[in-house]
Structures are given as structure tokens and as C-alpha cells.
């Protein structure tokens, strides 16, 4: 289960790094905050990414 992020729609808040920081970073791409996703062994923090998804301001974010 690999996250995405939708960079266009991202705002870089930073919710779904505070979450789950092993596997999303906020940082500055092209001159725009936006979250990234970070290498991982995503399958150990399915909850957190998850939770992640859920709590995303505005729905960036996805699973593969």
C-alpha cells in the first residue's frame, strides 16, 4: 500500500507528516510547501497512513 500525493492539490500543511513522519515529509518542491513521499516499508504503518489519508485537508492524498 504506497501512498501518493497529489501535488497539485496539495497545500503543505504538514498533517500527514505530524501522523506518520517515517513516511511523509513537507518540504519545498519548485517553490511550493507540498508533502512527499518518503522510501519506507510502507505495509508497517498501514494505520498511520490511513489516518493520514483521512485527515488530509484536501484529499491529496491516496494509495496505490
Known amino acids: ?3 501518493k500525493v497529489d501535488k ?3 497545500i503543505g500543511c504538514g498533517v ?3 501522523i506518520c513522519p517515517e513516511v ?3 518540504e519545498d518542491v519548485d ?3 507540498i508533502a512527499i513521499v518518503l522510501e ?3 505495509d508497517d504503518f498501514t494505520d498511520k497512513i490511513n489516518e ?3 485527515a488530509c485537508a484536501v ?3 491516496s494509495v496505490e
Do not use: H
Request: charged share 25%.
Open 52 to 54: 493520514s489519508v483521512g
Open 59 to 61: 484529499q491529496a492524498i
Open 24 to 26: 511523509f515529509k513537507v
Open 16 to 18: 500527514c507528516e505530524g
Open 1 to 3: 500500500m504506497k501512498p
Open 8 to 10: 497539485e492539490l496539495c
Open 31 to 33: 517553490g511550493k510547501m
Open 40 to 42: 519506507a516499508k510502507y
